[in-house]
């Protein structure tokens, strides 16, 4: 395979291990990406994000194996006792691989739900797109692992929690976990997604991908904690097919990693069919965070709605891309995107782009964007009733970030964020400490 892709950056980082592939689609997905390269800044989506940080290492695949010990000491970190998710079926990735010991036992999950390995099991699916996304490309040629949930029509799954850990390994390496979720006809499912790294760990990079279906009248909620070690690299792509009056509720809450990008691709393929594509992100040090999305409405009387708050600190940089297509045969369509930043220090910076691509007549669609710093009179009030300046920061903050999360249905799912993010706000907003 040629190190050098022509249009893109090299692949020199995953060479070794795209030119050892042997299955067909592999082969193909990897053919796909030789053609086209790494993103550079020259292609529109990934104008903002650069990827120089991957052409820098060379990436190995993680050992199989892993410290036990350490990893139930981060679960424990993550749900202690009493909190809100401690109880909930769980599934559980170390560096990108199921770990059976780890998770909850097919058994405990609620009745009429299934779960598969991806390596037990490799289904890519039709969703995803691997000779249009290099990074998609990039993770279908190097899949070890994964779950496959599916939730049989009529039921209620209620609240599943999937942890991806990346632990303590020797050398620089990448994971690229394969998930999919599919609801039948009336299914509903609150997926509870946590990816979370070890500081201790070398730098890593973690590129998931996640294809869900959701069948007429099913509502899926899809909340996510993106809590990755300092240095790591965090590109996660999601695609979700949205059919008539079903719902597809997504929420990210990004505080880690030194380069993260969360990517959802939404189709709206039945009348009728609502997506919600929300998020947060709380950065600071010389973190980047882009939030991307693509909705396509593809068919009439169809809802979308995104709503996006930034708060950056030191040289931090955040992104925001919302794209909103809508097809001719989608009349009757209502969609809105806002994004809005607070930038605390000289040195942040926010990138906004949204877009809106319609072809339909009848419709209703709106985009709006804020950027601006903290209100020196709100910050005067409290610092007049007696409140210290950095914790009257952190009130204004932590305010301005909640009214995003409350956007969270699931309450537990919520209060979760909500304490994740009120640990954040202490070290990055009144001690200025790393939030990793």
């Given amino acids: 395979m040629n190190a050098i892709a022509p249009a893109g950056r090299s692949l020199a980082p995953f ?19 030789a053609r086209v390269g790494l993103p550079g800044p020259r292609v529109e989506a990934w104008h903002y994000t650069n990827l120089r940080a991957l052409s820098a290492h060379s990436f190995t695949e ?3 194996r892993f410290d036990e010990q350490a990893a139930h000491a981060a679960l424990e970190a993550l749900f202690p006792k009493g909190s809100a998710l401690e109880k909930l079926p769980r599934l559980v990735l170390v560096n990108g691989r199921l770990a059976a010991g ?14 598969l390995s991806f390596a037990s099991s490799p289904e890519f699916g039709t969703l995803a797109a691997p000779q249009r996304d290099p990074l998609v490309a990039l993770n279908t040629a190097l899949a070890s692992d994964g779950v496959r949930l599916s939730v049989a029509s009529g039921v209620n799954a209620g609240q599943i929690v999937l942890v991806s850990l990346a632990l303590s390994s020797s050398g620089t390496v990448s994971f690229h976990p394969r ?9 509903s499912l609150t997926l509870i997604e946590i990816a979370a790294g070890d500081d201790a760990s070398d730098l890593y ?23 990755e070690a300092g240095d790591a690299i965090h590109l996660a792509t999601v695609y979700a097919d949205i059919a008539s009056h079903a719902t597809y509720e997504s929420f990210v809450l990004g505080l880690g990693a030194a380069l993260a990008r969360h990517e959802v691709h939404a189709g709206l393929s039945g009348t009728h069919a609502a997506v919600h594509v929300n998020g947060a992100q709380l950065l600071g040090d010389a973190q980047v965070g882009d939030i991307t999305s693509v909705i ?3 068919a009439p009387d169809c809802i979308s709605r995104q709503t996006v708050r930034n708060v950056l600190t030191d040289r931090a940089r955040a992104v925001f891309q919302g794209k909103v297509l809508v097809e001719r045969v989608a009349q009757k369509t209502d969609g809105y995107q806002m994004n809005q930043a607070l930038l605390l220090s000289p040195g942040a910076e926010i990138d906004a782009k949204p877009e809106l691509e319609i072809y339909a007549d009848d419709v209703r669609c709106s985009h709006g964007a804020t950027v601006g710093a903290l209100d020196e009179e709100q910050l005067f009030y409290l610092r007049s009733r007696g409140i210290a300046d950095a914790q ?20 537990a799912a919520r209060d979760f964020l909500d304490g994740e993010l009120a640990r954040a706000l202490v070290k990055r907003v009144t001690t200025g400490e790393s939030l990793s």
Avoid: Y
């Fill in 15 to 33: 060479e070794a291990r795209l030119a050892g592939l042997h299955d067909s689609q592999r082969k193909a997905a990897a053919g796909d990406l």
């Fill in 62 to 64: 993680p050992d199989a």
């Fill in 102 to 115: 780890l998770s909850s036992s097919a058994a405990s999950l609620p009745a009429g739900v299934s779960c």
């Fill in 179 to 187: 998930h999919s979720v599919a609801l039948g006809a009336g299914a």
């Fill in 205 to 227: 990079f973690h590129n998931p991908v996640l294809t869900c279906s959701v069948a007429e009248k099913a509502h899926f909620e899809h909340v996510k904690l993106q809590r």
């Fill in 296 to 298: 396509m409405h593809g």
């Fill in 392 to 411: 009257a920061r952190r009130i204004l903050v932590e305010a301005f970030l909640i009214e995003a999360t409350e956007l969270v249905q699931n309450e």
